[in-house]
């Protein structure tokens, strides 16, 4: 058995609204071959209203190195994760010394050692703790780790993990970058961490995982992810994103709940990592449900936009903080990412 003890976020004090970043764009890429007013409407449509950002919306205008770019994220993410993961110990009653297994992920910066290396003494974890660093799965990072969770909590039943995500996306942005997929990730990311506690022991009024699923499409590899430039990291994002979930979500899912003896009506929640809005609603059309499923997840959308990996986090503790639910219930959480790739865990509520 695996349950989850605690969530908890931490963000940048800095926000930013989306018509701020909506001008900024339209500055950024006046001077460029893209037909900016055709696009402007996107900042509207991702349904975002603010975002937690590390920087002041002018830094982003300026050309970095990805050595300077590189260098914030170890400090900034290392700060975040530390407080977000200090938080949940805390919330599940906790001490640091009581955390056996630590799993960071992340996918917006690089460093060795691994930032795990860093919490460790950070947070005053046990020497002997176990690592488990997850690198470059971008959005698919957070639902991935939680499944690794729940898979080394069965596996150690007596001892308790600790899972931080953080990512600080937004440092990532490049201006010099004219390119359409460079316009929809800045109407898009945010900067964030969030922590778990996840251990074999019962926790009422929370969330039991189950079991989980991965899937990674063929020929999908420019779908979604990084490239390295000298001026930092440059996104790759596939305008098709929405259409591939529309088009193949449908039998992944359907094929999980059928190996695991679950009906499609049993499903009460979708704690789904919210990609953008056209993700979500990708996701109601391949799965012929209505949006108002993803409730939660177009909550955290709108107040905090897509952190990556971390944001699904923000969803569970959204999910677990309303209480609207009873004990049995079962529901799933999900999310997309490079590879083109697809985590999908079974939990069901306590």
């Not at 997840?297 to 936009?305: D, H, I, N, R, T």
Request: proline share 3%.
């Amino acid at each position: 058995m695996s349950y989850i003890h605690s969530v908890a976020r931490e963000v940048p004090v800095s926000t930013v609204k989306q018509e701020e970043v909506r001008e900024f764009a339209k500055t950024i890429f006046k001077n460029s071959n893209l037909d900016v007013d055709k696009y402007l409407p996107v900042f509207e449509n991702s349904k975002i209203k603010s975002r937690p950002v590390l920087m002041d919306i002018s830094w982003y205008g300026e050309t970095k190195s990805f050595k300077e770019k590189n260098e914030l994220f170890v400090v900034h993410a290392t700060a975040m994760a530390e407080k977000s993961a200090r938080l949940a110990i805390e919330k599940a009653g906790m001490l640091p010394s009581d955390i056996d297994i630590i799993i960071v992920v992340t996918s917006s910066g690089f460093v060795t050692p691994t930032l795990d290396a860093s919490l460790i003494d950070l947070l005053g974890l046990s020497t002997d703790v176990k690592r488990v660093p997850i690198i470059g799965l971008g959005c698919a990072g957070g639902a991935n780790s939680i499944a690794r969770a729940g898979e080394l909590s069965q596996l150690y039943p007596n001892k308790n993990i600790l899972v931080i995500t953080v990512e600080t996306c937004t440092l990532t942005f490049r201006p010099a970058d004219k390119r359409k997929s460079n316009l929809i990730a800045l109407s898009l990311f945010s900067d964030g961490s969030s922590s778990m506690v996840v251990s074999g022991k019962k926790k009422e009024k929370s969330i039991q995982i189950k079991t989980n699923a991965s899937r990674k499409w063929r020929n999908s590899l420019d779908v979604m992810g990084w490239e390295i430039e000298m001026d930092g990291l440059q996104v790759v994002f596939d305008k098709s994103i929405p259409g591939l979930i529309t088009k193949n979500f449908r039998d992944f899912y359907m094929k999980f709940l059928k190996e695991n003896n679950v009906e499609k009506d049993q499903i009460k929640h979708h704690l789904f990592h919210p990609g953008g809005a056209k993700v979500i609603e990708a996701f109601a059309n391949s799965l012929e449900i209505s949006e108002d499923n993803f409730y939660y997840s177009m909550k955290v959308l709108q107040e905090f936009g897509n952190i990556s990996s971390p944001t699904i986090f923000f969803v569970i503790e959204e999910f677990l903080k309303g209480q609207n639910f009873s004990s049995g219930e079962l529901g799933l959480f999900s999310a997309m990412g490079p590879g083109f790739s697809s985590d999908i865990i079974l939990f069901t509520t306590t």
